[in-house]
C-alpha cells in the first residue's frame, strides 16, 4: 500500500486519535462485553406507568438487560439484533467502558406511536481511577518502541483534572410489533438522536504534548514527535529480514530474528517492530510499503533527541512524564459519525505542564557510556549527586545489557566495597578506634572461617587507616566478630544500602544486608561476600549518603520528585563520617586505587568479589566534590580495571552543572 506522507513537527505535533479502543480494547465480545464494566440503573421509567400493550414492557425490559450487562440480550429485543449489539458495543468502548445509568424522562407518551425519550449518563469516573495508560514503553501489542525508548499516549478512561467526566446523552425508543411480538424499534438514535448509523460515542483525555523532558541543564532528552510505526501483520513473518534490512540503518540491533522473536510473542496481534523519525522512515518509506504485511501507520511518541543517547535510567522517564500530563489532563466526548464533523458532547480543556528537568546530565551520561563501552566484559556505573540524590548518569555496555538493567537492579557481592559498611559499624559501636592499631595478618580464623588476604599479603600490626586503605580482609574479619548481630545490617540501611526507595521514573533494587549472628556467616559478610548482596546503584547511593554527611539520600531522577524510602534510619555520628571520609582518600592516595590519584579530592574503596568458581567481579565506589560513583566490571578478576574506569570517567566530566531554572 502507499502510506499517507510523514506528519512535519510542529509545535504540537501530533495528538492522539481521539479512538480510544485503538489503545484501550478489551477483550471482550458480544454478549459479556460490559458485565463488569457498564452499570446502568433505571430511574422511574415512565414506560412501566403506561397501560395497554404498547410495547412498553419491551423498553423496560431492553433497559434492563443493558442494566444487566447483557448487550446480546438487550439487542435480542430490537428490530435488528446484530446492529444494535454492534452500535452499543462500539459507543461503550469508545467512551472507555463507563458506568451508565439510563432513565425515560417520564413523559406519558406510548412508544408504539411516539417517542419516548431516554436519558443515558456516561461516567467516565475520575482521573486515574482506573489506570491502565500509565506505562507505555512499547507497543500497544507488546512490541518494541524505536531505539530510542518511548512512550504512546495515555489512552482509555484515565484522565485527570478536577470535576466530573460524565456527559449526558438524549435518544428516542420507539416500539414496534414484529409478528405477534413487541420489539424495541432499533435505530442508533436510541442512544443520542445525533447518533447516524455506522457512528458512536468516543472519549479522549486531552493532554499538554508540549511537555519536553530537559536534561539538567536545560538540554531537551525528551520530546513528543511525530513518528512511524513500522509494523508487520501477524502472518508476515516472511518478510521479517527484508524489513530489518531496510530499518538497519536507524535500528542496527533489530534483525530478522528478533523481529520474527517478537511477531511470535505477539501472536495474533499485529507487531510494531520500531517507530521511526521523519528523516529516517522517508528514503525508505516507498521500499517498505511495498514489502507484504507491512503497515505504516503515523503517531506520536516521546522519544530521546538523541537515538545514541542509551541508559536504563531514561528508560521510566517516559511513566513519569505521562504521570504528569495526566495530573493536568482535560477531557473530550464526541459523537463521530461517517463522513461528518464531530460532535463536542462534554469535556475540559488540559493544563499547562512545565517541562520536566531531569536530574541526568546528558554530557555525563555520554562519558559514563564511553567509559563502559571501552571494556568488552559487562560493565557499569552509576553516578549520583549527594546533596541532591539526582541521579546524574547510569550506564551498562551491550555486554551488562544482555543481563537487563543490571546496573539499577542487578544482584551482586559487593566485595570490599562493603568493608566502609564494617569499618563503619565498628567505629560507632566503639570496637575499634579511628587510630587504633590493628592486626592484618595474611590469614586468621575467626569464628571457625578462614579468611586470606589477596595474594595472602601481610602487613602485620598497622593503624586501622592503613590496614582499610590497602584493603585488609583479616582485619575486617577480626573487628566484625565483636559486632552485635544487627550492626551491619542497620549501618548498612543509615547509607540506603538495603533500603527500598520508590523513585518516580526509576525501578531500582539497592541490596541485602542479613543479620548476623556471630559465626562464619558474619565473617562473610564483613567483606562483602555470603548473604550480602549489592546493585551498582545501591553502591553509589552508599557512597553518596557517605558524601552527604552520613544521612541517607533520596534518591531522584526528576527534579521536584524525590523518593519515598521503606526505612527511615538514624544517619551515621558525624565523627565517624569523617573517619571514613579521610580512610577513603588515602585508599586513593596510598592505598588500593592509586590508579586513580589523579583525580582531585577523589575519595574510595575497591573491592574484588568472589562469584562462584570463575573470576571474581572487581569494584569501585568512590566520591569528590558533588559526585559520587560506584563502578562494576564483571569477571575482571581485579577491582584494577574498575579504578581506572571510575578515573577515566570522573577525569573527564568534571563537577555536576547547576539545575536548569523550572
Not at 546528558?362 to 540524590?389: H, K, N, W, Y
Not at 551498582?536 to 541517607?552: C, D
Request: proline residues 8%; contains cysteine; glycine residues 12%.
Amino acid at each position: 500500500m502507499m502510506p499517507t506522507p510523514a506528519s512535519q513537527p510542529s509545535r504540537r505535533p501530533l495528538r492522539p486519535h481521539r479512538d480510544p479502543g485503538a489503545t484501550r480494547r478489551p477483550d471482550r465480545r458480544a454478549g459479556g462485553l460490559v458485565a463488569a464494566a457498564l452499570a446502568v440503573v433505571l430511574v422511574g421509567s415512565g414506560c412501566a406507568a403506561l397501560t395497554g400493550d404498547t410495547g412498553a414492557d419491551e423498553v423496560d425490559q431492553f433497559l434492563a438487560a443493558l442494566n444487566r450487562g447483557d448487550v446480546t440480550g438487550a439487542a435480542a429485543l430490537t428490530t435488528d439484533p446484530a446492529a444494535a449489539e454492534e452500535t452499543i458495543i462500539a459507543s461503550v468502548e469508545g467512551m472507555g467502558l463507563p458506568a451508565i445509568s439510563a432513565t425515560t424522562t417520564g413523559d406519558d407518551g406510548r412508544p408504539d406511536r411516539d417517542p419516548v425519550t431516554v436519558e443515558i449518563t456516561w461516567d467516565m469516573g475520575a482521573a486515574g481511577a482506573d489506570d491502565e495508560g500509565g506505562e507505555n514503553e512499547g507497543g500497544a501489542d507488546g512490541s518494541r518502541d524505536d531505539d530510542e525508548a518511548g512512550s504512546g499516549p495515555a489512552g482509555g478512561d484515565e484522565a485527570a483534572g478536577a470535576g466530573t467526566r460524565s456527559v449526558t446523552t438524549r435518544g428516542e425508543v420507539r416500539t414496534t410489533e414484529v409478528g405477534d411480538e413487541w420489539k424495541v424499534q432499533w435505530a442508533p438514535t436510541v442512544l443520542d438522536t445525533r447518533l447516524a448509523q455506522g457512528g458512536r460515542l468516543t472519549f479522549a483525555e486531552e493532554l499538554d504534548w508540549d511537555t519536553d523532558i530537559l536534561d539538567r541543564t536545560g538540554e531537551p532528552l525528551m520530546q513528543w514527535t511525530p513518528v512511524t510505526a513500522v509494523t508487520l501483520a501477524p502472518d508476515a513473518a516472511g518478510s521479517a529480514d527484508a524489513v530489518a534490512s531496510l530499518v538497519s540503518g536507524a535500528a542496527p540491533t533489530i534483525t530478522g530474528q528478533t523481529i520474527r522473536d517478537g511477531m511470535a510473542e505477539a501472536g495474533d496481534q499485529p507487531y510494531q517492530v520500531v517507530a521511526l523519525r521523519p528523516a529516517d522512515i522517508d528514503p525508505i518509506r516507498d521500499q517498505l510499503a511495498a514489502v507484504p504485511g507491512v503497515s505504516l501507520p503515523e503517531q506520536g511518541q516521546l522519544i530521546r533527541t538523541d537515538r545514541d543517547l542509551d541508559s536504563p535510567a531514561l528508560d521510566g522517564l517516559p511513566n513519569a512524564w505521562t504521570e504528569a500530563l495526566q495530573s493536568e489532563a482535560g477531557w473530550s466526548a464526541q459523537i463521530v459519525n461517517p463522513g461528518a464533523e464531530p460532535i463536542e458532547i462534554g469535556g475540559a480543556p488540559a493544563g499547562e505542564v512545565d517541562d520536566l528537568v531531569s536530574m541526568v546530565q546528558i554530557s555525563m551520561q555520554r562519558e559514563a557510556q564511553r567509559a563502559v563501552d571501552a571494556s568488552g566484559l559487562a560493565a557499569s556505573i552509576v553516578a549520583i549527586q549527594p546533596s541532591t540524590g539526582g541521579v546524574l548518569a547510569v550506564a551498562q555496555n551491550a555486554a551488562a545489557d544482555r543481563q537487563g538493567p543490571v546496573s539499577l537492579q542487578g544482584r551482586f557481592p559487593p566485595g570490599s566495597t562493603f568493608k566502609v559498611v564494617t569499618t563503619a559499624a565498628a567505629l560507632s559501636a566503639g570496637v575499634v578506634g579511628p587510630d587504633e592499631i590493628v592486626p592484618c595478618p595474611a590469614s586468621v580464623t575467626v569464628s571457625g572461617r578462614t579468611i586470606p588476604n589477596d595474594d595472602d599479603f601481610e602487613l602485620g600490626p598497622v593503624p586501622l587507616e592503613t590496614a582499610f586503605a590497602r584493603s585488609c580482609n583479616t582485619t575486617q574479619a577480626v573487628i566484625s566478630d565483636r559486632l552485635q548481630p544487627t550492626a551491619m545490617k542497620d549501618t548498612a540501611a543509615s547509607l540506603g544500602l538495603g533500603v527500598g526507595f520508590f523513585t518516580p521514573g526509576l525501578n531500582t533494587y539497592t541490596g541485602e544486608v542479613p543479620v548476623t549472628e556471630r559465626g562464619p556467616g558474619r565473617v562473610e559478610a564483613a567483606i562483602g561476600q555470603g548473604e550480602v548482596l549489592a546493585s551498582p546503584f545501591g553502591m553509589a547511593v552508599m557512597t553518596a549518603s557517605l558524601a552527604n554527611g552520613g544521612r541517607m539520600i533520596l534518591p531522584q531522577l526528576i527534579d521536584g520528585m524525590p523518593a519515598v524510602a521503606d526505612d527511615s534510619p538514624e544517619p551515621l555520628d558525624p565523627a565517624v563520617v569523617d573517619t571514613l571520609r579521610r580512610y577513603m582518600v588515602q585508599t586513593v592516595q596510598s592505598g588500593t586505587a592509586t590508579a586513580a590519584r589523579s583525580v582531585p579530592g577523589l575519595g574510595g574503596k575497591t573491592g574484588t568479589a568472589e562469584v562462584g568458581s570463575g573470576p571474581s567481579h572487581g569494584w569501585f565506589v568512590g566520591f569528590t566534590g558533588d559526585i559520587a560513583v560506584a563502578v562494576l566490571i564483571e569477571g575482571a578478576d581485579s577491582s584494577g580495571p574498575a579504578v581506572e574506569m571510575a578515573a577515566d570517567f570522573l577525569g573527564g566530566v568534571g563537577q555536576p552543572a547547576p539545575l536548569a531554572a523550572r
